[in-house]
Nanobody, 126 residues
Protein backbone atom coordinates (compact mmCIF):
# COMPACT_ATOMS: atom_id res chain seq x y z
CA UNK A 1 0.00 0.00 0.00
CA UNK A 2 1.48 3.29 -1.07
CA UNK A 3 1.82 5.92 1.65
CA UNK A 4 1.29 9.60 0.95
CA UNK A 5 2.76 12.55 2.83
CA UNK A 6 1.51 16.09 2.25
CA UNK A 7 3.39 19.30 2.95
CA UNK A 8 3.25 22.98 2.10
CA UNK A 9 0.20 24.14 4.01
CA UNK A 10 0.16 27.31 6.07
CA UNK A 11 -1.37 30.71 6.63
CA UNK A 12 -1.69 33.15 3.74
CA UNK A 13 -3.60 36.34 3.07
CA UNK A 14 -6.44 36.46 0.58
CA UNK A 15 -5.08 36.83 -2.93
CA UNK A 16 -1.89 35.00 -2.06
CA UNK A 17 -0.48 31.68 -3.21
CA UNK A 18 0.63 28.38 -1.74
CA UNK A 19 1.98 25.17 -3.25
CA UNK A 20 1.11 21.85 -1.69
CA UNK A 21 3.19 18.73 -2.25
CA UNK A 22 2.29 15.09 -1.85
CA UNK A 23 5.08 12.54 -1.92
CA UNK A 24 4.41 8.85 -2.52
CA UNK A 25 6.43 6.37 -0.49
CA UNK A 26 7.20 4.05 -3.38
CA UNK A 27 7.51 3.97 -7.10
CA UNK A 28 4.31 5.11 -8.66
CA UNK A 29 3.94 2.39 -11.28
CA UNK A 30 0.91 1.14 -9.37
CA UNK A 31 -0.74 4.57 -9.25
CA UNK A 32 -3.27 5.40 -11.93
CA UNK A 33 -4.34 8.77 -10.65
CA UNK A 34 -3.94 11.16 -7.77
CA UNK A 35 -6.18 13.84 -6.38
CA UNK A 36 -6.55 16.59 -3.85
CA UNK A 37 -9.60 16.81 -1.64
CA UNK A 38 -10.33 19.38 1.03
CA UNK A 39 -12.45 19.61 4.14
CA UNK A 40 -13.48 22.94 5.60
CA UNK A 41 -14.57 23.25 9.25
CA UNK A 42 -18.06 21.86 9.71
CA UNK A 43 -18.32 20.68 6.11
CA UNK A 44 -17.93 17.42 4.25
CA UNK A 45 -14.76 16.63 2.39
CA UNK A 46 -14.94 17.73 -1.25
CA UNK A 47 -13.01 17.14 -4.43
CA UNK A 48 -10.62 19.86 -5.61
CA UNK A 49 -8.41 18.46 -8.39
CA UNK A 50 -7.10 15.22 -9.89
CA UNK A 51 -4.49 14.12 -12.38
CA UNK A 52 -3.93 11.01 -14.43
CA UNK A 53 -0.44 9.82 -13.49
CA UNK A 54 0.72 8.62 -16.91
CA UNK A 55 -0.86 11.07 -19.32
CA UNK A 56 -1.10 14.07 -17.04
CA UNK A 57 -4.72 14.89 -17.83
CA UNK A 58 -6.02 17.20 -15.11
CA UNK A 59 -9.50 17.64 -13.67
CA UNK A 60 -10.81 20.45 -11.47
CA UNK A 61 -13.79 21.32 -9.34
CA UNK A 62 -15.57 24.43 -10.59
CA UNK A 63 -14.72 26.21 -7.34
CA UNK A 64 -10.97 26.07 -8.03
CA UNK A 65 -10.82 26.04 -11.83
CA UNK A 66 -8.62 28.82 -13.16
CA UNK A 67 -6.96 29.37 -9.77
CA UNK A 68 -5.47 25.97 -8.87
CA UNK A 69 -3.13 23.83 -10.95
CA UNK A 70 -2.37 20.18 -10.29
CA UNK A 71 0.81 18.66 -11.66
CA UNK A 72 3.08 15.68 -11.07
CA UNK A 73 6.78 14.89 -11.14
CA UNK A 74 7.21 11.25 -12.06
CA UNK A 75 10.89 11.21 -11.12
CA UNK A 76 10.13 12.46 -7.61
CA UNK A 77 6.93 10.43 -7.14
CA UNK A 78 5.26 13.69 -6.16
CA UNK A 79 2.07 15.52 -7.04
CA UNK A 80 1.65 19.24 -6.52
CA UNK A 81 -1.23 21.65 -6.09
CA UNK A 82 -0.38 25.23 -6.97
CA UNK A 83 -3.02 27.48 -5.44
CA UNK A 84 -3.25 31.09 -6.61
CA UNK A 85 -5.70 33.90 -5.88
CA UNK A 86 -6.62 32.21 -2.63
CA UNK A 87 -9.88 33.13 -0.93
CA UNK A 88 -10.98 32.73 2.69
CA UNK A 89 -13.38 30.02 1.54
CA UNK A 90 -10.37 27.95 0.45
CA UNK A 91 -9.53 27.49 4.12
CA UNK A 92 -9.56 23.75 4.78
CA UNK A 93 -7.50 20.68 5.51
CA UNK A 94 -6.19 19.45 2.17
CA UNK A 95 -5.79 15.72 1.60
CA UNK A 96 -3.87 13.91 -1.09
CA UNK A 97 -5.27 10.62 -2.41
CA UNK A 98 -4.20 7.94 -4.87
CA UNK A 99 -6.00 5.32 -6.90
CA UNK A 100 -4.81 2.23 -8.73
CA UNK A 101 -5.83 1.30 -12.26
CA UNK A 102 -9.52 1.15 -12.99
CA UNK A 103 -11.52 0.86 -16.16
CA UNK A 104 -13.52 3.97 -15.34
CA UNK A 105 -12.46 6.62 -12.87
CA UNK A 106 -14.89 8.97 -11.21
CA UNK A 107 -12.31 11.52 -10.15
CA UNK A 108 -14.50 13.32 -7.61
CA UNK A 109 -15.62 10.22 -5.67
CA UNK A 110 -13.77 9.51 -2.44
CA UNK A 111 -14.56 5.82 -2.79
CA UNK A 112 -12.30 5.63 -5.87
CA UNK A 113 -9.17 6.24 -3.79
CA UNK A 114 -7.36 3.59 -1.77
CA UNK A 115 -4.57 5.62 -0.23
CA UNK A 116 -4.84 8.90 1.66
CA UNK A 117 -2.41 11.30 3.25
CA UNK A 118 -2.77 12.74 6.73
CA UNK A 119 -3.79 16.20 5.51
CA UNK A 120 -2.23 19.64 5.64
CA UNK A 121 -3.94 22.78 6.92
CA UNK A 122 -4.43 25.77 4.63
CA UNK A 123 -5.75 28.95 6.22
CA UNK A 124 -6.58 32.03 4.15
CA UNK A 125 -7.13 35.22 6.07
CA UNK A 126 -9.30 38.06 4.77
Amino acid sequence: QVQLVESGGGLVQAGGSLRLSCAASERTFSIYGMAWFRQAPGKEREFAAAINWSGGTAYYADSVKGRFTISRDNAKNTVYLQMNSLKPEDTAVYYCAATSYRRTWTVSAESEYTAWGQGTQVTVSS
